[in-house]
Nanobody
Framework: VQLQASGGGLVEAGGSLTLSCAAS????????VGWYRQYSGMGRALVAT????GSTYYDDAVKGRFTISRDSAIYLQMKNLKPEDTAVYLC??????????WGRGTLVTVSS
């Protein structure tokens, strides 16, 4: 499975962005998909996931502001962005065997 994220950029606080992640390869094997973010010099933190049944999870910091969805791709709609949302966002997916796949990140910068 190959994942390619896009849609990052510079936005003012209070603004919106939608990230996309194109998936290719053995995508029929995927179960949960999601987004992590990585702050500069720190580890990755889970932002949101959605199962192939539609169940979602959100980190408390983004609840009510971010929406994850999927079809043949993975999306993260981000509203009311805050400077603390500035990070590299990475899409991820798990298959039925528990293997986790990663895409290259896309940088989101929120100016105050």
């Amino acid at each position: 499975v190959q994942l390619q994220a896009s849609g990052g950029g510079l936005v003012e606080a209070g603004g919106s962005l939608t990230l996309s992640c194109a998936a290719s390869g053995s995508t029929h094997s995927l179960t949960d998909v999601g987004w992590y973010r990585q702050y500069s010099g720190m580890g990755r933190a889970l932002v949101a996931t959605v199962s192939n049944g539609g169940s979602t999870y959100y980190d408390d910091a983004v609840k009510g502001r971010f929406t994850i969805s999927r079809d043949s791709a993975i999306y993260l709609q981000m509203k009311n962005l805050k400077p603390e949302d500035t990070a590299v966002y990475l899409c991820t997916a798990w298959d039925g065997k528990g293997l986790q796949y990663w895409g290259r990140g896309t940088l989101v910068t929120v100016s105050s």
